[in-house]
């Protein structure tokens, strides 16, 4: 099995610009899981259905099509959250997970999520746990949101309350949930800018492979 890195961790602890950076350090194809469950709770959306209804949910994900992972309406709290609800359902993981264990099978990958380690590649040699305080995490995503100049930008008391529900979620639910394999690697990124945590996973990751 050619090389697989797991990134997991909970919302906007900084997993996805470190996951491209290794990718493009270890010559790895990326891929962002959260997009998928992003896609399918959109497809829910646009169907006027509920993504707490497990039906609908499964039927969106049966239907997911390559385009839509390139849709530009995947981020922002409606996404956030719909993404978070369809995940929670069963039969959606289980028609994602081939895709995510395919993705890998030709040259390996690097893949963030909340599972990637836990479930959906349990035998990657490296695993990696990103984390950092809510308070961090929200300012990080409350500055980007700010940065988008929306006037309908939410404050950045709104911006970690949501956080910190999706993450409730995420980690609470019976399938899948968020959390950290036996053997993952512990990654905070609390004090660490985007170099910082990049030169640090670095280190992590050759260690782990020498
Ligand atoms: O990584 P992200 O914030 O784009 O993920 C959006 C949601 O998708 C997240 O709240 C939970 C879900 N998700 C998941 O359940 N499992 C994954 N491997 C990736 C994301």
Redesign the pocket.
Known sequence: MPLVIAI?GP??AG??TLARRLAAAFALPYL???????AV?RRVLDAGADPADATAAAEAAARLQPADLARDD??GPA???A??A???HPAV?AA?LAF?RDFATARGAV??????GT??FPEAPVKLFVTASEAARAARRWREQASQQDASAASLAAVQAAMAA??A??AA?AT???RPAADALWLDTTTLDADAAFATAMAMVRAKLA
């Open positions: 997991d919302a906007a997993k996805g962002d899981t959260g997009l998928l469950y992003r709770g995947l981020r996404a956030d959250a993404a978070s369809v995940a929670a993981r994602l995510q893949l963030d999520g909340r599972d990637i479930v959906v999706r993450d979620q995420d639910r899948a949930p968020l």
